[in-house]
């Protein structure tokens, strides 16, 4: 299936895993969605991705966190800022706080994917690709 936007469909497949309750998910690999993966394993949201398959094919098995006897996911809510049809830019003054510092905002800079915490503290503005938390 093809897709244009790469990581809206990255989230949404990690959102509907979460709430199946899956240990993995897969998501078509990408520069942009291996970086936006090591952030967030970076930050505690998933346990680990692997670039699995060869050529044009290749796939990122991500795996899942949860929490407590009842399995309550690590991720609780994957919010898409930026689309294609509608790009949210912030410079260094204006990066958004997520939920008061709880939650992350995944920023696309100069410097490559970043949080929020780390574009403020390179002093870097860009693309607000997402907020999770």
């Known amino acids: 299936m093809a897709t244009n936007d790469t990581i809206a469909d990255m989230l949404t497949r990690i959102r509907n895993a979460n709430l ?15 970086n936006i993966a090591k ?21 990122l098995v991500i795996s899942l ?5 009842n399995r309550q996911p690590i991720i609780t809510t994957l919010k898409r800022v930026s689309k294609p049809g ?6 260094k003054k204006e990066l958004p706080r997520v939920l008061g510092g ?12 970043m949080t929020d915490r780390e574009a403020r503290r390179q002093n870097l503005g860009g693309e607000v690709l997402c907020y999770v938390w």
């Open 20 to 34: 199946a309750r899956h240990q993995t998910t897969q998501v078509p690999s990408t520069k942009m969605t291996r």
């Open 39 to 59: 952030v967030l394993r970076e930050e505690g949201y998933i346990g680990d991705y692997e670039d699995v398959g060869e050529g044009s094919k290749r796939n």
């Open 65 to 69: 966190k949860y929490k407590g006897k």
């Open 86 to 91: 509608l790009r949210v830019y912030s410079n």
């Open 102 to 113: 709880i939650g992350i905002a995944i920023i696309s800079t100069s410097s490559g994917i």
